[in-house]
C-alpha cells in the first residue's frame, strides 16, 4: 500500500500520525467493542445472566469517566495534530544539506506540466528530480482545479488557477513513482498521471542535457496542450516562454481581456500564430476560446505528439 | 431564442444503449404506475386522501415513499459504476461505461443519496414521529408543511426527468467550480443539478422552521423540554440546522446560477471570481448537513435501546447536552473539507481540532447507549439489531473521521477512496441503519400491522455483510493511493478489492431486494402481523398510547405530562383508566381541510424547473407566476378547517377501550 509503504520522509511522517492517531483512540474504541459483547452476553433476554435495573439511568463517575477520558484522548491527539500540522506544512521547506529543486507545476486539462526554473527546461507528465534534493513546488492550474498527488511521497495540495499553492517533497532514494490528479476534472481525469521519478545526480544532469537538446516550449504548442486531451508520451522541452508560471497566474487575475484590448500578461508573442482555431485572436483571450464542451463533442488534440483523442463517451456506447 | 430554449430532438437519449434503457425504465415504469391508478380508478381517493392531504402522518409517508424509490435508483447506479470499476483496469476504454456516462452516475448517486433519500427518509419520519411524541394533534404550519413535500417531490421529478431528457450534471454531488461554470460544462446536466438542489433546498428550509416551531410550541401540558423523548430533541437540533445550514446551499447555487445564466463571476477563474468562495459556501452547508442527516439516527437509537431494553435511557442529561453540543460545533469545522487547498498551518490545525472536538460528544452517546442496554432486558428485535450493528460500525467510521480531521493524515487521503469508504461508514449505519431502525419501529404506529420479522432479519444481515464487503476495500484502496471518481485506472493491484467491492455491493442489493419482499409479506400476512392494543413493543413514549393508525386528530383528548417516558409509567401504575365513551365528555378537534396548494405547487414548481433548465423563457415566466400567484391567491382562502364532531371521536375512544381490554374491534 503506497500509503503505508512509504517512498520519503513526508509521507513516513504522516503515516506515523496516523498510526499515532490509531493507537491512542484504541483506548476508546476497543472498550466499546468489549462492552458491546458483554452487554449482550449479560443482557440478552431470554438467558439474562445480570441483573435487571429498569430504572438505572445515571452514575455519576461513569458519567465523569465517559466525557472525561475521550476528551483527554482529544487533547493528546490534538497536541499531536497542532505540531503534526506545523510541522508537515506543504509550504514549509524541508530539512536538507542541499538546497531544494525547484520546479513550478502548471496543472492542465489531463496532463501536467513542470516548469524547471534554474534549468529552464520543461517536461509534461514526467517529474524527473535528484533523489538526494527535496523537491519544493510551486503550483497553479490553467485550467479547472486540480489536486497534485505523489501517493508514495506524501501530502497532496490544490492547484488553482490565478492562485499559487507550495508543495514541498522529497524521496528516500531512486524510484519511479506515480502521480496523479485526484480532483475530478472531466473525462480524462482517471488519465491524468504521471511518473514522478527520483534519479542519482548524474541521471539528472543526463536529463537536463538531454532536455537542452530540445526545442522549446514555444506559446503555440503551450496552447495546445492547455486544450483538453491526454497525452500518451510524457514531453521534454529545453526551454520556455519568459516566466511562463508567472504570466498563467496573471491571466486570471481580475481583467478579462478583449480582442481590441489584449491582456498586457499574455505571452511573448514572437512565434504567435494565433489562437488554435485559426481566428487570429491574441493568445490567452479567455473569452474567445469557444466553451469545451467534455460531454458533447470530440475533444481533438493538436500538436506533433500522437495526442490521443479522447472521445465523448457517448459513441462509444450508441453502437 | 427559441419557443423552446434549448430543447431537441437531441435531449432525447439515443447517445447510449444504456442511457436510452434506463429513460425506457423511467417512462415504463411510471405509465405502468399511473395505468393501474387508473384502472381501480383510485386518483380521486390519492388526491383527496394522500396529495392534497395536511395530515402529518402522511405527509411522513410520502416522504418516505419518495425516498424508497430515489433508494432504488441510486443503488442501480452505485451497482454500475462497481461493475465499471471491476472490469475498468486499463487505460483506454476498459469497463463497459464510458467517461461521461459515468461521471454522470456518481453526480446523480450522490445527489438522489443525500438530497432525495437519505433527507426524504429523515423528514418523513421526524413528520410522522414528532407530533405524536410530543402529544400534539399537528404540526405548527400543516400547508407549508405539505409543500416542504411537494418541492422536495418537484426536486426528484425533476431528477426523473434528467434521466429522459438531456443529460446531468457531472461534477459530483458537490458541483465544484469553476468544472461546473458554463465554459467548461456547458450542457444542460449543471442547471438540472442547481434546480433540483434549489426545490428541495427550500423545502427542507421550510421543514426546518415548522419542526422548530411546532416543537418549542405545540408540545402538551407538562412535556417540558426536559422530558422530551430524545428523539425529539434530535429532530430539534436538526431542524434548527436544516434553517441555518440551507440557505448557504441555497445562496452558493444560486451565485453559480448568476454565473451560468447571467454572466456573472462569483465562481469563475477569471474576473475576479474565486472557486474559494464556492469551496466555503458549499461547505458551510455540507458539515452542517452530515449532522441533519445523523442526528435523527441518533434519536431514533436512543428510542428503540431504550424500548428494547425495557430500561429507561442512560444519561438523559448527557445525551441532551451531547446533542446540542454537535449541532453547534458542526458548524465550526467546514474548512476540514479543504485542508489541501493550501490554508495556513495554523488554520489547518484550529479546524482540524474543531473537528476531532465532535468525537467527544459522539463517543459520548455510544458509550449511554450501550449502558441504556447494560442492566435492561434486551429483545434482539430487527430495529434493535440494526442499532447494534450501527454502534460497532459507526465507531469504525469515527475513527477513520478523526483520522480525516488529522490536516496532515488528510493530505495523503484526501480526495481517495478512503473518503468514500469513510462517509459511507458514517451515512450507511448512521443514517441508513438509523432510518430503517425507525421504520421498523414505527410501522405498526403507521399501519396497525407490524413488518415482518424474517425477511427484515433477511434484509439486515445482508446490509451488514454487504456494507463491510463493499466498503473495507475502498479504505484499503484509499490507503493505495486510488482517487475517488475514476472511471478506469491502470494500477493492477487495485482490481481485486473493487471486485470484493462489487461483491459488496451485490449483497446490499440483496438486502434491498429483501426489504420490498419484506413489505409485500407483511402487506399480505397483515392478519398474522396485526397489533390492536397500539402499543406492539411495550413502549415508552406518548405515540403509544393511542390507536394504531392514529386518527387524523392523533389525541382525542391532549394528554398532561408529569414525567419522561409517560406511557411508561403509566403502564407501570396502572393508570391508563378507560377513556369516557359519552360524546358529552369531548370537544370537537378542528382539523385543516385538504388542499391543492401542494399538488399543485409541486407540479407548477417542477415545470419551472424544467422550463429554466432548458432556457424555455415562456414557461420559467407562466410558472413562476402561477407560483406567485397561488401563494397569494391561497391567502383570500377563508375555509380552511373542518371539524371533527364529539361522535366520532367518542367512536374512536370505544375502539380504544376494546383493544386495551384484549377484544378484537
Ligand atoms: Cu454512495
Ligand atoms: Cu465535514
Known sequence: MPLIDTAGPVAEANRDLMFIALGLMAVVVIPVFILTALVLLRYRAGHEHGKYRPEWNFSGWLEALIWGIPALIIVALGVFLWNGTHRLDPYSPLPASSPPLEVQVIGLDWKWLFLYPEQQIASVDRLVFPADRPIALSLTTDANMMSFFIPRLGSQIYAMAGMETKLHLAADGNGT??????????????????????????????????????????????????????????????????????????????????????????????????????????????????????????????????????????????? | MTLLGKLSWDALPFYSVIAFIAAMVVVVAALLIAGIITWYWKWPYLWKHWFTTQDHKKIGMMYIILAFAMLARAFIEAMMMRAQQAFGLGAES?????????????????????????????????????????????????????????????????????????????????????????????????????????LSGIGTTLTGINFVTTIWKMRAPGMTLMRMPLFCWTSLCTALLMIYALPPLTVATGLLALDRYAGFHFFTNDAGGNVMHYANLFWLFGHPEVYILILPAFGVFSEVISTFSGKKLFGYTSLVYATMCIAVLSFTVWLHHFFTMGGTADVNAFFGIMTMVIAVPTGVKIFDWLLTMWGGRIRLTVPMLYSLAFIVTFVLGGVSGVLLAIPPVDYMVHNTLFLVAHFHNMLIPGTLFGMFAGIHYWFPKATGFRLDEKWGRRAFWFWVSGFYVA?????????????????????????????????????????????????????????????????????????WSITSPPPEWNFDEVPVVTRRDEWWYRKQNGEMQQKSEDPGDYEPIDVPKWSLIGPSLGMVGTAFGFAMVWHVWWLAILTGGILVSMMIGRAFVKDRERAIHTEIIAQHARLWNMAQRGEHP
Open chain 1, 177 to 319: 513513482f506515480l502521480g496523479r490528479n485526484t480532483q475530478f476534472n472531466g473525462i480524462g481525469f482517471s488519465r491524468q498521471h504521471f511518473d514522478a521519478m527520483a534519479v542519482g545526480e548524474d541521471d539528472f544532469a543526463a536529463f537536463v542535457d538531454k532536455a537542452k537538446a530540445r526545442e522549446p516550449l514555444s506559446s503555440a504548442r503551450y496552447r495546445q496542450l492547455a486544450l483538453p486531451s491526454v497525452l500518451e508520451e510524457p514531453e521534454i522541452y529545453g526551454g520556455y516562454p519568459g516566466d511562463h508560471f508567472r504570466q498563467v497566474m496573471m491571466k486570471y487575475k481580475n481583467e478579462v481581456p478583449t480582442p481590441d484590448r489584449p491582456d498586457e500578461n499574455a505571452l511573448s508573442t514572437e512565434d504567435d500564430i494565433g489562437s488554435v482555431d485559426g481566428s487570429g485572436h491574441p493568445a490567452f483571450s479567455v473569452e474567445e476560446e469557444a466553451p469545451v464542451d467534455r460531454g458533447d463533442g470530440p475533444i481533438t488534440v493538436s500538436g506533433p505528439q500522437k495526442g490521443r483523442k479522447i472521445e465523448p463517451d457517448v459513441e462509444e456506447a450508441s453502437e
Open chain 2, 94 to 198: 476498459a469497463g463497459y461505461l464510458p467517461p461521461e456516462h459515468f461521471n454522470q452516475l456518481f453526480t446523480t448517486h450522490g445527489t438522489l443519496m443525500i438530497f432525495f433519500v437519505a433527507m426524504p427518509l429523515l423528514s418523513g419520519l421526524i413528520n410522522f414521529v414528532v407530533p405524536l411524541q410530543i402529544g400534539a394533534r399537528d404540526v405548527a404550519f400543516p400547508l407549508v408543511n405539505l409543500v416542504s413535500l411537494w418541492l422536495t417531490w418537484a426536486g426528484g421529478f425533476l431528477m426523473m426527468v434528467s434521466l429522459v431528457i438531456g443529460r446531468f450534471a457531472t461534477g459530483g454531488w458537490s458541483g465544484y467550480p469553476p468544472f461546473t461554470e458554463l465554459s467548461l460544462s456547458p450542457g444542460v446536466g449543471v442547471d438540472y443539478w442547481i434546480w433540483a438542489l434549489m
Open chain 2, 471 to 543: 466498503f473495507m476495500p475502498l479504505y484499503i484502496l484509499g490507503l493505495m493511493g486510488m482517487p475517488r471518481r475514476m472511471v478506469t485506472y491502470e494500477v493492477e493491484a487495485w482490481q481485486a478489492w473493487l471486485i470484493a467491492a462489487a461483491i459488496g455491493a451485490i449483497l446490499i442489493g440483496l438486502g434491498i431486494a429483501c426489504m420490498f419482499i419484506m413489505l409485500y409479506v407483511s402487506i399480505r400476512d397483515r392478519g398474522r402481523l396485526q397489533d390492536v392494543t397500539g402499543d406492539p413493543w411495550d413502549g415508552r413514549t406518548l405515540e
